[in-house]
């Protein structure tokens, strides 16, 4: 998984706090997607962005959750005052194109106290 | 919304069996993906296929896009223990007009592998 770096890799947040989750996209890519992961489940879309714009947010809960990919720096997904239904991996991937196949990180681990 | 069906659930099998997987879907879909995970880290692509009926190998690996573009299958030959993880089937949740667009991808829920020594 070389190229989408996240970090951290392991956050620990007790009710109520806020958890902010990084990710460096591919060197080149424009296309960032977040995901959350159950464990035993598979990956569930959350939100797609494209360079300071959110395209689809479809997956994302309407409250507490929000995500940003500014014109420099890291796209960042953040949680509000979390609760422990957030414990979950969330992962990211980047794209060059949206019609590329997209390349992940190795996930944020969150774990909700 | 879509939903990607994968089945097994989870394989036991001995080093040097072949290994096959499947995927369903009840749409359509344009593209499939087969992405491993092992424990710990993110997915990663194995395979992309684009035509409906298309036949395409990685190494040992080799996929298939259904002719009714609902289903693909994934099969390994001669498995190693390195082939442990947990394999999903993915396609995007979306299509543009002028072609094919990724958007946001479905996964199925996973076959998980296990191979013994």
């Known amino acids: 998984n070389a190229g989408v770096m996240q970090n951290p890799r392991h956050l620990v947040r007790r009710r109520g706090q806020e958890a902010r989750l990084r990710c460096s996209p591919m060197k080149g890519h424009s296309h960032v997607y977040w995901y959350r992961q159950l464990p035993e489940e598979g990956l569930k879309f959350m939100v797609y962005l494209q360079k300071e714009n959110i395209i689809d947010e479809s997956g994302m809960p309407k409250e507490r959750f929000s995500a940003e990919f500014p014109k420099e720096g890291p796209s960042i997904l953040r949680i509000q005052q979390v609760v422990r239904g957030d414990s979950a991996a969330y992962f990211c991937?980047?794209?060059?194109?949206?019609?590329?196949?997209?390349?992940f990180g190795d996930g944020t681990r969150l774990s909700i106290l | 919304g879509q939903q990607l069906n994968q089945s097994p659930q989870s394989m036991f099998i001995q080093e040097g069996e072949d290994v096959s997987m499947n995927c369903t879907s009840s749409?359509?879909?344009?593209?499939w993906l087969w992405y491993k995970q092992d424990p710990g880290e993110g997915p990663v692509l194995l395979i992309a296929?684009?035509?409906?009926?298309e036949l395409t190998s990685n190494g040992r690996l080799t996929a298939q896009f259904g002719i009714t573009r609902k289903d693909s299958f994934l099969n390994i030959s001669a498995s190693i223990p390195s082939d442990v993880g947990i394999y999903f089937c993915a396609g995007p949740g979306s299509s543009d007009a002028g072609g094919t667009s990724y958007g946001k991808l479905t996964f199925g829920q996973g076959t998980i592998l296990t191979v013994h020594p």
């Open positions: 749409s359509i879909f344009n593209t």
């Open positions: 296929l684009y035509k409906a009926g």
């Open positions: 991937a980047s794209a060059g194109q949206s019609n590329q196949p997209q390349h």
